[in-house]
């Protein structure tokens, strides 16, 4: 039985790649995690995601 993708939430149909920011450079970076759109199918994700990590 297959996991859950680590890094990769669905949001409304559609699926992003996420990264939470470390809480020691958060002051720098603005931001409490970093998202990026990959794409609405889940195929396409999986193979766009490693490149967006």
């Given at each position: 039985?297959?996991?859950?993708v ?7 149909g559609?699926?992003?790649a ?5 809480k020691d450079?958060?002051g720098?970076v603005?931001?409490t995690e970093?998202?990026l759109?990959?794409c609405g199918?889940?195929?396409q ?6 490149s967006?990590?």
């Open positions: 039985m297959a996991g859950k680590r890094n990769m939430v669905n949001r409304s559609r699926y992003y996420r990264l939470v920011v470390p450079l958060r720098f603005g931001k970093l998202r759109p990959l199918g889940y195929q994700a999986l193979k766009l995601l490693p967006a990590v």
